[in-house]
Structure formats: C-alpha cells, structure tokens
C-alpha cells in the first residue's frame, strides 16, 4: 500500500512542475522481501546442543549477512526435537548470499540434525 502511495506522490509532483517525461528513461524496481519458514529436526537427545549452537552461529549470520533480515529459530511446545527458522531476507541476491554461506555456518549444527530440512516460502497476506 505504501508503494502505491509513494507512487502516486511523485505522478503528481511530476505532474505539477510539468517534467517532460518522455526522454527519461526510467527503471521502476519493486522489492518484495523474501520471507522462508524451515522446519528442521534434531536428533534425539541434542536439543541442549543444538540450542547452544544456534546461539553462536545466528549472531554471526545476522552480523555477515546485512540482507538478511530476520533469522529466527524457535522450539515448538509440544515437539522437544523440532526447531523452526523464522527468515526474511531483503531480496533474492540476500537469499543468495545466505544459501552460499549455510555450509560454512552450519557445520557445527549439520551433525545434531536429522537428514532432510523442510523449507516453505510465505508471501505476505498484508
């Protein structure tokens, strides 16, 4: 919405100091964060670990990855060997770089894990 209203904003300052347009040759990017739910499961008996891990490891993502917006892991009440990662990032480029840094940022929390992570992209509803 606010994109909208920017927009609108700067037709009418166009349209009140009567720019010719026509000759500018302009490029209109609209960047819509990219935002992933990823469920992954620990193994038995490492939660203590694996918390202990994300507690060193997500500070130096935040840190060295500035698209990244959000990187979140939470526990799930109910299922003690869950973990949930909460991330946005700026644009596909930040998801990117992120992608090219999970090996080297996860390598100490890869072995606590049970194979297979499941990853869902959300779209924003408002």
């Given at each position: 919405?606010?994109?909208?209203?920017?927009?609108?904003?700067?037709?009418?300052?166009l349209?009140?100091?009567?720019i010719?347009?026509?000759?500018?040759?302009?490029?209109?990017?609209v960047?819509?964060?990219?935002?992933?739910?990823?469920?992954?499961?620990?193994?038995?008996?490492?939660?203590?670990?694996?918390?202990?891990?994300?507690k060193e490891?997500?500070?130096?993502?935040?840190?060295?990855?500035?698209?990244?917006?959000?990187?979140?892991?939470?526990t799930?009440?109910?299922e003690?060997?869950?973990?949930?990662?909460?991330?946005?990032?700026a644009?596909?480029?930040?998801?990117?770089?992120?992608?090219?840094?999970?090996?080297?940022?996860?390598?100490?929390?890869?072995?606590?894990?049970?194979?297979?992570?499941?990853?869902?992209?959300?779209?924003?509803?408002?």
């Open positions: 919405m606010q994109f909208f209203m920017e927009l609108t904003i700067l037709l009418i300052i349209l009140k100091i009567k010719n347009t026509k000759n500018i040759k302009k490029e209109l990017v960047v819509i964060p990219i935002t992933l739910i990823a469920a992954a499961r620990v193994k038995k008996g490492n939660m203590e670990k694996a918390i202990e891990v994300l490891v997500v500070p130096k993502i935040k840190e060295s990855e500035p698209g990244c917006l959000q990187y979140i892991p939470h799930i009440k109910g003690e060997n869950s973990i949930i990662f909460y991330e946005v990032y644009d596909s480029d930040a998801l990117k770089q992120h992608n090219k840094n999970l090996g080297k940022n996860m390598v100490k929390l890869s072995p606590l894990l049970e194979p297979g992570i499941d990853i869902k992209i959300c779209h924003e509803i408002i």
